[in-house]
């Protein structure tokens, strides 16, 4: 049975900073992508960012400047460093791995941010 599991949430003032784990029981072999994505309430889930196995990075517009992503694949492991959080960016913050032919998701996170 896959597992992704996040942690990492929390509430935090605006301007301040969270960071998000994710940690995947998959084979380190299967994994291709792993990403972050959030859904604000009353929207839909949208990526927040990518990133490779080889470490290459894709970034939306509203978190470029702002979010870091990456990963330790011995650990399957990829984190997200939130810095000056906007309340905008409040929502339940997802992980998923996924490859050629599969993807998995984790159950979410969540990220509140005060104004």
């Known amino acids: 049975q896959v597992q992704v599991v996040e942690s990492g949430g929390g509430l935090v003032q605006a301007g301040g900073s969270l960071r998000l784990s994710c940690a995947a029981s998959?084979?380190?072999?299967?994994?291709?992508?792993m990403g972050w994505y959030r859904q604000a309430p009353g929207k839909q889930r949208e990526s927040v960012a990518q990133?490779?196995?080889?470490?290459?990075?894709n970034y939306a517009d509203s978190a470029k400047g702002r979010f870091t992503i990456s990963r330790n694949n011995a650990n399957k492991t990829v984190y997200l460093q939130m810095n000056s959080l906007k309340p905008e960016d409040t929502g339940v913050y997802y992980c998923?791995?996924?490859?050629?032919?599969?993807?998995?998701w984790g159950q979410g996170t969540q990220v509140t941010v005060s104004s």
């Open positions: 990133i490779t196995w080889s470490g290459s990075t």
């Open positions: 998959v084979s380190i072999f299967s994994i291709n992508v």
């Open positions: 998923k791995v996924y490859g050629p032919g599969y993807e998995y």
